[in-house]
């Protein structure tokens, strides 16, 4: 059974930084590409950026150069490095594996000016 577990959110200054982590666990971890997308009450999940089984990454454009994803393997561990924090990334950060339905549960992550 796929299993993944999202962590690190909380609440902090615009300027400020937060790493989220994401669990995973029933699937191959190392040959599957991962995201992280988010989500605010009333709007549609929105993707931030993706990871390739062989590291390559993908950012929508409001992240990029303030957002890094990555992957740690052996840890079964998806990875978000979140700079330079703007009230605007305000939202639930949900990680998923591929296109698929296997979603995280979500984790709150709130920016404030």
């Known amino acids: 059974q796929v299993h993944l577990v999202e962590s690190g959110g909380g609440s902090v200054q615009a300027g400020g930084s937060l790493r989220l982590s994401c669990a995973a666990s029933?699937?191959?971890?190392?040959?599957?590409?991962m995201g992280w997308y988010r989500q605010v009450p009333g709007n549609q999940r929105e993707l931030v950026a993706t990871?390739?089984?062989?590291?390559?990454?993908n950012y929508a454009d409001s992240v990029k150069g303030r957002f890094t994803i990555s992957r740690d393997n052996a840890k079964n561990t998806m990875y978000l490095e979140m700079n330079s924090l703007k009230p605007e990334d305000t939202a639930v950060y949900y990680c998923?594996?591929?296109?698929?339905?296997?979603w995280g549960q979500g984790t709150q992550v709130t920016v404030s000016s």
């Open positions: 998923r594996v591929g296109e698929s339905d296997w």
């Open positions: 029933g699937i191959i971890f190392r040959l599957i590409t």
């Open positions: 990871i390739t089984a062989d590291g390559g990454t």
